[in-house]
């Protein structure tokens, strides 16, 4: 994300001259280092804080490709094992120029801590301008659907698309699938129905044929519920497949059609 120009002045800048360094010497300069640096970003952005009219926008010059941006969240454990943290990082990604001679970098990663950071907005905003993004660029963002990661990235361009990433739907069809074991073994007919039934709403997700699935996922839920006082593997299948319904109907309106994306 910094020119190695630039990371060399901020490191001459971070440890001290003298030979009598120590490690808290680095501490306070890397912390006034870092001070500084959060000074000169700006304030945070605000929801549709756009910049121009739709008007400038036409007057610019032709585009590069759409910037993809992965943005993915996750739990860190913290020292001393004092508890969880969760960390948003991901890359910004331009697949070509129109300039092969730009010295920009065509991809940049980026990661803070939810709870900490006070201008995340403004952090990616930033990564994304510094690899030449305009106001009338089409930028395509795939996250894992998390609320948090939403926040971050919804309304931050004026004409940015938002998708669920194909690897977290099928990662969570996976762990269902992996649940069905047990119930096959208890019950073979049921568990291989409950087996075939995922694997046709799969089918349809990848088609964005988001309404189906889930009549599909309701369908299923009221099968198992009619065994799961029964049956242990069944009622831990109903579980996994409730939370996938809910994952489902939060991130419908940003499922598309992946067979042709």
Not at 140 to 145: E, K, T, Y
Not at 195 to 210: D, R, V
Request: aromatic letters at 8%.
């Amino acid at each position: 994300m910094i020119p190695f120009a630039k990371v060399a002045d901020l490191l001459t800048e971070v440890l001290p001259i003298e030979n009598s360094a120590n490690h808290e010497s680095v501490r306070i300069h890397l912390q006034a280092t870092a001070e500084r640096i959060e000074q000169e970003l700006g304030r945070e952005r605000q929801l549709n804080e756009y910049e121009g009219s739709e008007d400038d926008w036409e007057q610019q010059p032709l585009l590069d490709t759409p910037i993809t941006v992965g943005i993915d969240g996750g739990y860190a454990r913290a020292a001393h094992k004092q508890g969880c943290f969760e960390v948003i990082a991901g890359k910004s990604f331009v697949a070509f120029r129109r300039e092969d001679a730009t010295e920009v970098p065509s991809a940049k990663c980026f990661g803070f801590v939810q709870t900490y950071d006070e201008k995340p907005r403004r952090r990616l905003w930033e990564l994304m301008k510094s690899q030449g993004m305009q106001e009338n660029q089409q930028v395509v963002f795939m996250s894992d659907g998390g609320e948090d990661v939403r926040r971050v990235q919804q309304y931050l361009h004026p004409f940015s698309e938002h998708l669920l990433d194909w690897f977290h739907i099928t990662m969570r069809l996976t762990v269902l699938q992996q649940q069905t074991k047990g119930l096959q073994q208890e019950r073979p007919e049921t568990g291989a129905d409950v087996a075939k039934q995922l694997e046709s709403i799969k089918h349809l997700l990848w088609h964005g044929n988001t309404p189906e699935a889930l009549e599909r996922i309701t369908g299923l839920s009221i099968d198992l519920s009619l065994i799961q006082a029964h049956s242990v593997p069944a009622a831990k299948a109903a579980n996994g497949l409730a939370e996938f319904e809910i994952y489902i109907k939060n991130n419908c309106d940003f499922i598309p059609y992946f067979g042709e994306r």
